[in-house]
């Protein structure tokens, strides 16, 4: 099935409204998480802390981005603002819920005066984890848990799967601990984002979008190899709050031909090679040559080579990495932008963005969008229930088509 994402206020709509209507069946603003729109002064209960309390449900939350980022909070917190982090994360101590897993918090010393979110959790009694070691040692009776994962990345994020390193947890290493730790006789409901991929399809990273999405699909295996033993209670939903970016097969340069295997010669995401590239080019006042020799070993975009390599760059193509790698190097801030540099750019790296994009389009994809589109989005599901969510129908009849099965009030 397919379905529509707007939310009360917008047609590009973001991730604590898109989430809200999925966990609840209720739309409001963009910004707002489980609270009613325009007031912000009634909160509405979730799916999973309905399971939890009227089905003894056990419940988890994961996530590659940060815990209290607003598609994880928004199935256990209520807040007039996304932006509350410090309270998010007091939120989620207070929840009860079995499991959680993800990225750092945000604020996680709040306001300074009071404890840190992982005090506040270890309060409340959860285990709180930041090791991997530590983590792959918890087994079934645990207690409820917290794990923050111990290699962390732009924004205290999961890495992308582009840039894990050998033997680091990808996703599917945190659904398989928590099916291990949620094991309950009453069932138990577990929500898992690959947050990344919005994160790679706001910085027009087709290839850190691409492996991070495998990355998904692994994760998802973890649950259909779980379901072959429970093939009567269990049900597997995959969906995404919101499309971003816009990004489609297909671009005016390739016209009908597409190179997806192209995006294979990418090695690393667009943020690591801000992080381990492009900021030392800046202190080093290396030339655009020595920067491109990175690009070809990263990248595989080429200054030249055969006339039939498909990676080699055309001189539009290079004067276009060469403005961006100028403007890269200047003490121009996106602040001061024009519009036509926003336009290209973003907020991102114009260096970095730029060898994306035109990886990208040797490809045949292109993007639209730095920001959310008012796409609608793929519903998949399998097991017990799965032919309740076919059709196209709006975000919110997720949450109804849930709460029918499982019988909640």
């Avoid at 992982?118 to 079934?140: C, F, I, K, M, S």
């Avoid at 962390?152 to 947890?169: F, H, R, T, V």
């Avoid at 059709?391 to 029918?404: F, H, L, V």
């Amino acid at each position: 099935g397919s379905v529509t994402t707007y939310d009360s206020t917008s047609f590009c709509p973001d991730s604590a409204s898109t989430a809200t209507s999925i966990a609840t069946g209720h739309k409001t603003e963009s910004g707002v998480i489980n609270m009613c729109p325009w007031t912000r002064d009634v909160p509405y209960e979730t799916i999973a802390e309905k399971l939890h309390a009227q089905k003894g449900y056990k419940v988890g939350v994961v996530s590659t981005v940060n815990i209290d980022h607003a598609t994880p909070a928004a199935f256990y917190a209520h807040q007039k603002t996304r932006k509350n982090y410090y309270e998010i994360g007091v939120e989620l101590a207070n929840s009860g819920f079995e499991y959680f897993a993800g990225g750092e918090f945000q604020k996680v010393k709040g306001d300074g005066t009071g404890p840190d979110n992982h005090e506040v959790a270890a309060q409340a009694g959860y285990n709180v984890v930041t090791t991997q070691a530590d983590a792959a040692a918890l087994t079934a009776g645990a207690g409820k848990t917290l794990i923050i994962a111990e290699d962390l990345a732009d924004g205290k994020a999961m890495n992308y799967a582009l840039d894990a390193q050998p033997g680091e947890w990808q996703l599917t290493d945190y659904v398989k601990k928590g099916i291990e730790l949620l094991e309950n006789r009453k069932g138990f409901f577990l929500m898992t984002e690959s947050g990344k991929i919005d994160w790679a399809c706001h910085a027009n990273d087709a290839g850190a979008t691409v492996t991070d999405t495998l990355a998904l699909a692994d994760a998802v295996q973890v649950a259909i190899d779980f379901a072959k033993e429970h093939a009567d209670e269990t049900l597997i939903l995959v969906t995404g709050d919101h499309e971003t970016g816009g990004l489609t097969i297909g671009f005016a340069g390739t016209d009908y031909d597409t190179y997806l295997d192209s995006l294979a010669n990418q090695t690393i995401s667009y943020a690591q090679f801000d992080e381990q590239y492009v900021a030392a080019y800046k202190e080093n006042g290396t030339s655009f040559e020595d920067a491109m020799k990175d690009v070809e070993k990263l990248f595989g975009l080429k200054l030249s080579g055969e006339e039939t390599d498909r990676l080699v760059l055309t001189d539009y193509e290079v004067q276009r990495l060469r403005t961006a790698f100028d403007l890269a190097m200047s003490d121009t801030s996106s602040d001061d932008y024009t519009q036509e540099q926003y336009v290209l750019y973003g907020t991102y790296n114009p260096f970095s963005v730029t060898v994306t994009h035109i990886l990208n389009n040797k490809s045949g994809v292109d993007f639209t969008s730095y920001s959310h589109t008012g796409l609608p989005v793929a519903v998949f599901a399998d097991g017990n229930g799965a032919d309740a969510f076919t059709g196209y129908y709006d975000n919110t009849e997720i949450y109804q088509k849930m709460a029918s099965l499982v019988g909640v009030q």
